[in-house]
């Protein structure tokens, strides 16, 4: 499994920026997909996860940081994953990282924290700035 990050770069507070994932190597439906970030000096988080959809329902959760401003998305045909960033903050510079793991058909849960990944991406670098 690989993962491929991009998106990444230069945006003013307040304006908009698409991450990607692309995935390959697994069947995208029966993944789940976190979005991890890291800023200077500071521990890597959980920003956004969905579950698998094996099922035909996902479920997703956000870091309250982020909640009514991220969204998280997934297109299986196309093998990527996607994390719309709203009214961009200072707060949310850093490094983000995708990552995703396997799950059992049936699985609808998804996890902030990465111990549940097994497989990880490069990040690709926010920076938010006027």
């Known amino acids: 499994v690989q993962l491929q990050a991009s998106g990444g770069g230069l945006v003013q507070p307040g304006r908009s920026l698409r991450l990607s994932c692309r995935i390959s190597g697994t069947i995208l439906t029966y993944n789940a997909i976190a979005w991890f970030r890291q800023a200077p000096g500071r521990e890597r988080e959980g920003v956004s996860c969905?579950?698998?959809?094996?099922?035909?329902?996902?479920?997703?959760d956000y870091a309250e940081s982020v909640k009514g401003r991220f969204v998280i998305s997934r297109d299986s045909a196309a093998d990527i994953a996607y994390l719309q960033m709203n009214t961009v903050t200072p707060e949310d510079a850093g490094i983000y990282y995708c990552?995703?793991?396997?799950?059992?058909?049936?699985?609808?849960?998804?996890?902030?924290?990465?111990?549940?990944?097994?497989?990880w991406g490069r990040g690709t670098l926010v920076t938010v700035s006027s």
């Open positions: 969905i579950s698998g959809a094996s099922t035909g329902f996902s479920n997703t």
């Open positions: 990552a995703t793991v396997v799950q059992d058909i049936g699985d609808t849960w998804c996890s902030l924290s990465a111990r549940e990944y097994h497989h």
